[in-house]
């Protein structure tokens, strides 16, 4: 976290490499820990061909739900709608790996599946990919399961994206005609780093291009942002709506830091309370997912365990 603090630029494009660079080393020195635990993948939708994948990190000690079953995060992603993948090409490989199995390590089965992109797809595809992958699962645990834990608890699903993975899993949990399939099994969510808002009416930041590919016009984005979908729900989607848990690192963008201005008022004037927050001290945009199961700037993620523990027990 020392080279990253050095950092002074906050925007995307100019920390994403020279970060993930930071951590590659310290990963690769432990790479034979993080990969004691085990990771199977599995095809979640054999009708296409590309970004139809998931992987599956099994817990050595499992955290134990009140039926005796191991409890499931699934975790999504960003790459600003065009880009990413559950695992990056050499030298960056352990990235999601090793977010994969802290996550395992803490007891948790956990799920990173990928989704499908700008330019292939547009809206709400990719938040419809997320949730066929969450439906896979379910539908699937004697194929996923492993006979060293206990069986896959398809009733205590947390899920967590990033960026704009965290702007999928949102309209995965606010777009009724996405989420009406997996809203009852989720437990929680857990929103990270991404957009509430995607046209700033004051317009102190725009949209890029891939964004715009993905939501469409500007009025379209206006309508899909999912700062519109939460002020449609009606009172009592509000009050059946999962436990909701913010996190952002405490050097993000400006976008985003706007954003998260607009979302924290929404949240606590409907829901009567202000939201849960984690704020990951001394890192940026892209530091908090790329420093688990690096030994420094973990304190982020367990206290992200320690909300979804709470909620299982």
């Not at 020392?2 to 690769?28: H, M, Q, R």
């Not at 085990?38 to 599956?56: A, G």
């Not at 079953?69 to 790459?79: A, M, R, W």
């Not at 954003?259 to 001290?281: F, N, V, Y």
Request: glycine share 6%; net charge negative; with cysteine.
């Amino acid at each position: 976290m020392d080279i990253i603090s050095k950092f002074v630029e906050t925007g995307v494009a100019a920390i994403n490499l020279k970060t993930a660079a930071a951590f590659v080393p310290i990963l690769d020195e432990r790479k034979a820990e993080i990969e004691k635990i085990e990771r199977k993948t599995f095809v979640y939708d054999d009708k296409r061909h590309t970004k139809n994948e998931l992987d599956v990190y099994y817990p050595l000690n499992p955290t134990l739900t009140k039926s005796g079953k191991t409890p499931i995060l699934f975790f999504v992603y960003g790459g600003g709608y065009n880009s990413g993948s559950k695992e990056f090409p050499e030298p960056f490989s352990m990235a999601y790996r090793a977010l994969g199995s802290f996550f395992a390590q803490h007891g948790f089965i956990t799920v990173i599946s990928d989704y499908r992109l700008v330019p292939e797809v547009n809206f709400p595809a990719s938040s419809e990919d997320i949730r066929d992958a969450v439906n896979w699962v379910c539908a699937n645990v004697d194929v996923i399961g492993v006979p060293s834990i206990p069986a896959p608890d398809v009733d205590a699903i947390f899920i967590m994206g990033h960026s704009a993975g965290d702007v999928h899993t949102k309209i995965l949990s606010l777009y009724p005609p996405v989420s009406s399939t997996v809203h009852p099994r989720f437990k929680g969510v857990i929103w990270s780093g991404g957009s509430w808002v995607i046209v700033d009416e004051k317009k102190r930041f725009r949209p890029e291009v891939p964004t715009t590919q993905y939501f469409g016009s500007q009025e379209q984005q206006r309508e899909r942002q999912p700062r519109a979908f939460w002020n449609a729900l009606s009172d009592e989607q509000i009050k059946d709506h999962p436990d909701i848990l913010l996190v952002r690192a405490e050097r993000e963008p400006d976008w985003l830091l706007l954003s998260w201005e607009e979302i924290l008022p929404d949240i606590e004037k409907r829901r009567g309370e202000a939201p849960q927050m984690i704020i990951g001290k001394g890192h940026n945009h892209i530091s908090p997912n790329w420093a688990l199961c690096s030994g420094q700037g973990e304190e982020w993620g367990e206290e992200v365990v320690k909300w979804m523990k709470v909620r299982i027990n």
